[in-house]
């Protein structure tokens, strides 16, 4: 027998949906349903972290209307989402544990906290001068829900915010992207928020590498192509910049590649949105959106 909903939760573990909901529960790690019983999905909410089994899913969905995902950006998802089938992201869900990490990444490079962490493992009690984020100036490019999310937890750190879109929005005191070779050479903190995009890839070049000034920071939250990586190496091993990455291009990194042990380098495993914050901000969103396809099917907006 097929079913409408095809999710990754449990109704029951969602809570506030209709009694009786046509559901197939799937998390991406489990054996993949028999098509008979996919032939009547028409809405597919994709495990979160578990796409690359997902997305395979979807030419055996004729009934298909929705793909919902459970991720901000959607670039590895909107080729394989066929024509008339709308594909939502999960707008908001990550703004707090991405924004979190963003802030984490910026003072545990600017503190030096990967030093003192390989210290400890030696043993060694070794005091010294870094920097602080207060009076610092930290370029948000990107300044989308989580850019919003991140200004609010950046500034009480007494550092100033430049916010940067694509658009300019004076009224949120946003600047635009084309205002960037101005705006880059007084930062001393640039985070990367932008989604990949064709205009996006690589937009961090050897050009844009060269705006920023000596011993600037760039932290990387978006999409690891965002940045052309052999510009940042150079600029790396140069020693004139600093990186602190949560993405990078090739992703996941090899563990030869020389991205690993460049001077002033720190790296996380893409772990923006994986924390605890996740799954009651999952359930909350999918909640909405399943109400809504109830209410108005896929004729309604999901962004």
């Not at 009934?63 to 992201?89: C, E, I, R, Y």
């Not at 999960?90 to 210290?119: C, I, K």
């Not at 200004?151 to 992207?177: D, Y």
């Not at 720190?266 to 999918?286: C, D, E, M, Q, W």
Request: with cysteine.
């Amino acid at each position: 027998m097929s079913a409408r909903y095809l999710l990754p939760y449990a109704p029951d573990t969602i809570g506030s949906l209709p009694a009786g909901l046509d559901v197939l529960v799937w998390d991406g790690d489990g054996p993949v349903p028999p098509d008979e019983a996919l032939r009547g999905v028409e809405f597919f909410c994709l495990p979160y972290m578990r796409h690359a089994a997902a997305l395979p899913l979807i030419p055996r969905l004729p009934a298909l209307k929705v793909v919902q995902t459970l991720t901000a950006g959607m670039d590895d998802v909107l080729p394989h989402v066929p024509d008339g089938v709308l594909a939502h992201n999960a707008r908001g869900l990550h703004d707090a544990s991405t924004a979190e990490l963003a802030v984490t990444l910026t003072l545990a490079s600017l503190r030096g906290l990967p030093g003192f962490t390989r210290r400890q493992d030696r043993g060694i009690w070794h005091q010294e001068f870094h920097e602080s984020l207060a009076d610092k100036t930290v370029l948000v490019l990107g300044y989308g829900s989580i850019g919003r999310a991140l200004a609010a937890r950046l500034e009480p750190f007494e550092c100033e915010v430049v916010r940067v879109a694509r658009g300019a929005r004076p009224e949120e005191r946003v600047h635009a992207v084309a205002e960037l070779a101005e705006l880059l050479p007084s930062a001393d903190v640039v985070v990367l928020l932008t989604p990949l995009t064709p205009e996006t890839r690589h937009l961090v070049d050897a050009a844009f590498l060269a705006r920023m000034k000596d011993g600037a920071l760039l932290v990387n939250v978006a999409r690891g192509p965002v940045v052309d990586t052999a510009a940042l190496l150079a600029a790396l091993s140069a020693g004139r910049l600093r990186a602190a990455l949560d993405v990078t291009d090739p992703e996941p990194l090899p563990a030869d590649h020389p991205l690993w042990h460049a001077p002033g380098v720190l790296i996380t495993p893409h772990v923006g949105g994986p924390s605890s914050a996740f799954l009651p901000r999952a359930k909350r969103l999918l909640r909405e959106r399943v109400l809504r396809f109830e209410r108005g099917g896929a004729a309604e907006p999901g962004h």
